[in-house]
């Protein structure tokens, strides 16, 4: 059974951080894309980053660029997601979610992966981050 567990959510001022944390089970960690999703109420969806944990290569939306830095450490099947320079705007129920089609679904379409019809396969249950300005 595919699970996907995030943690590392919380209150936090803004200007802080935090690291989130997808500690992944059931497949075959190697050679996925796992992606980091957020919604923030009344919002869609929206893809901030992912990595293709085969190759390490990383992807961000433009929202996010150079304040996320996800990281894969393969061997604990973990991805992280550390967010700096936090605004009041990067408040949202974050997600993690995994695929098997790593060229696919982690490259810089991933902003409109889901305009397109696309879904990554596996989903988290989510971690909320509020940021209090």
């Known amino acids: 059974e595919v699970q996907l567990v995030e943690s590392g959510g919380g209150l936090v001022q803004a200007g802080g951080s935090l690291r989130l944390s997808c500690v992944a089970s059931?497949?075959?960690?190697?050679?996925?894309?796992i992606g980091w999703f957020r919604q923030a109420p009344g919002k869609e969806r929206e893809g901030v980053s992912c990595i293709r944990t085969s190759a390490g290569t990383t992807y961000y939306a433009d929202s996010v660029q150079g304040r996320f830095t996800i990281s894969s450490d393969n061997a604990k099947k973990t991805v992280y997601l550390q967010i700096d320079s936090l605004k009041p705007e990067d408040g949202a129920v974050y997600y993690c979610?995994?695929?098997?089609?790593?060229?696919?679904?982690?490259?810089?379409?991933?902003?409109?992966?889901?305009?397109?019809?696309?879904?990554?396969?596996?989903w988290g249950q989510g971690t909320q981050v509020t940021v209090s300005s």
């Open positions: 979610a995994a695929d098997p089609r790593p060229i696919k679904m982690c490259s810089r379409r991933l902003e409109i992966l889901h305009r397109q019809g696309y879904e990554y396969d596996y």
């Open positions: 059931g497949f075959n960690f190697d050679d996925y894309a």
